[in-house]
């Protein structure tokens, strides 16, 4: 269980650790893999270990690896303190992506440590290599390297691609900020992408809508009231084969439990009660608005909704975690419906306190705005906003950590419903 797992990191570091994960894309837009992110700041346990590449090790073997990334490449980046000589016989059995520092130069001594690294079975990543002569002495070890779009110009990355062409390495575009970005990545000949915007795909243009997913923001309207009218749900339920199908298919799940017999649309939505159904309806339409081509943007709204949800309990929110739950939802729809998140909460009958959330308004200590403040900054691994709202809220990384790794389970989850 997640609870025994944080238990262990507390008992090998010490104290909690955040730990969050950023896709990694294809040229199709599709997951490759992804980063697993964490903060190494001079007041970190990390630089004030004993063994800082043991406690590193230690804590993704206690959190489970598989639990951040499933089976999908996991990229870790490892300072000159974490890169130790005993590295290979203290990392997870599961193969990783080791990401070297930048200024880590190709000597004797690291190659052989990287080359015994690929040998355990991990490969390794060169992180914005620019010096032509040290990326050639990098190739023969590494199956990755990565370009800052922010830190280069054209014709370094152009370089940086020759240098390292015609061989095993794969390259990866990252801090990729725009679709003009992106196109011009593809163009250059990377093979990888990375960066927020990729994740945000604009899949619906203006504020053009089909009958079908105009009828699927009606059901929307409803749910996201304060009371839900069950007859008029029921109706447009029954009135959208697919979201009938959808509703069946949910309350037999794993993520549901019920394993009942259903004699209509209005048992089952009865069986679920008005939280559950919220719930449910709020996550199938807006993954039905984005489309296949928003599936990871969809798999972070679950993240955040779910995030958002447990959060609340630990923190004295209680009454107040269902609405984090629907705030976390509804924080892409303004990038999935292409539009602005006013023209979103306009067209949504929300409670004053989430539309204050969801439109970035000023807003008091321990409120729903401080509480997404926090989950924001986690997801976008912006560690010194999401240290200055952990501690406003007075809960600890363990909590924070526990959470954020249930939310992914129960995502990943869902999301393959």
């Not at 009606?218 to 199908?245: F, G, H, N, P, W």
């Not at 939505?269 to 296949?292: D, F, K, N, T, V």
């Not at 950590?401 to 869902?414: D, F, P």
Request: hydrophobic fraction near 45%; glycine fraction near 6%.
């Amino acid at each position: 269980m997640i609870c025994g797992s944080v238990d262990a990191v507390e008992q090998k570091t010490g104290s909690g650790v955040f730990i969050a994960r950023q896709p990694i894309f294809r040229r199709d837009l599709q997951v490759f893999g992804f980063d697993l992110l964490y903060p190494v700041t001079p007041e970190s346990e990390f630089e004030a270990a004993e063994n800082p590449a043991k406690l590193l090790a230690n804590v993704f073997l206690s959190v489970g690896i598989d639990k951040l990334a499933g089976e999908k490449p996991a990229f870790i980046r490892f300072d000159r303190r974490t890169l130790t000589p005993d590295l290979p016989s203290i990392l997870p059995k599961r193969p990783l992506v080791i990401e070297l520092p930048k200024s880590l130069s190709p000597t004797r001594e690291n190659l052989e440590l990287c080359a015994a690294l690929r040998f355990a079975g991990h490969e390794i990543s060169i992180a914005d290599c620019r010096d032509g002569v040290a990326l050639r002495a990098w190739a023969p070890v590494a199956g990755y390297a990565r370009v800052d779009f922010r830190t280069t110009t054209d014709a370094e990355r152009r370089s940086s691609l020759h240098c390292g062409g015609g061989g095993r390495l794969k390259f990866i575009a990252a801090e990729i900020k725009s679709h003009t970005d992106y196109e011009h990545a593809v163009e250059l000949g990377f093979d990888y992408f990375q960066g927020f915007h990729l994740a945000q795909p604009t899949v619906v243009g203006g504020r053009v809508l089909t009958e079908a997913r105009a009828a699927q923001l009606r059901v929307l309207q409803e749910v996201a009231c304060d009371e839900i009218d069950m007859y008029r749900v029921e109706k447009l339920i029954q009135q959208d084969v697919s979201l009938t199908y959808k509703l069946l298919r949910y309350i037999n799940s794993a993520a549901f439990a019920w394993r009942g017999k259903i004699k209509s649309v209005r048992h089952a939505m009865s069986l679920m009660g008005e939280s559950e159904l919220r719930r449910w309806a709020c996550m199938i339409i807006i993954m039905s608005l984005g489309g296949p081509k928003a599936s990871q943007l969809f798999l972070a709204s679950l993240v955040r909704a779910e995030f958002g949800h447990l959060l609340a309990s630990r923190v004295g929110m209680e009454r107040q975690k269902d609405s984090m739950f629907l705030l976390g939802l509804l924080s892409y729809l303004d990038v999935i419906l292409g539009c602005s998140m006013l023209e979103v909460v306009e067209d949504l009958a929300l409670h004053q306190e989430l539309r204050d959330a969801l439109l970035q308004k000023e807003h008091s200590k321990r409120s729903l705005g401080g509480l997404f403040h926090l989950i924001e900054a986690y997801d976008l691994a912006d560690w010194p906003r999401a240290l200055a709202f952990k501690n406003e809220f007075r809960v600890d990384h363990l909590a924070v950590m526990e959470c954020y790794i249930r939310a992914l389970e129960w995502a990943e989850l869902v999301a393959a419903l």
